[in-house]
């Protein structure tokens, strides 16, 4: 059974650092790749990075220059460096994984922005 866990999120004020963490088990089959979404209250759940399993990135403009996504060799553990965080990035933020047949959800991790 594949397992996606979400950690790392938290309460943080204005300017700084937190580091997500998306730990994935449980399948046989290589991850093609990981990202990272985000959903703030009555809005609409948005990209906020993907990684590939060729160490390809890709960021949403809100956050280019802020955040940084990575990964580890074995390729199961995903990471999301955000510095200098917005009361706008304040949401609950999600980790999808993809497979070559389908793709599995975290259940997430609030990440609190104050001003």
């Known amino acids: 059974q594949v397992r996606v866990a979400e950690s790392g999120g938290g309460l943080v004020q204005a300017g700084g650092s937190l580091r997500l963490s998306c730990a994935v088990s449980g399948s046989a089959f290589s991850v093609r790749s990981m990202g990272w979404y985000r959903q703030a209250p009555g809005k609409q759940r948005e990209l906020v990075a993907t990684i590939t399993s060729f160490d390809s990135t890709t960021y949403a403009d809100s956050v280019k220059g802020r955040f940084t996504i990575s990964r580890d060799n074995a390729g199961n553990t995903m990471y999301l460096q955000m510095n200098g965080l917005k009361p706008e990035d304040t949401a609950v933020y999600s980790c999808?994984?993809?497979?070559?047949?389908?793709?599995?959800w975290g259940q997430g991790t609030q990440v609190t922005v104050s001003s």
């Open positions: 999808n994984v993809v497979f070559a047949v389908r793709n599995y």
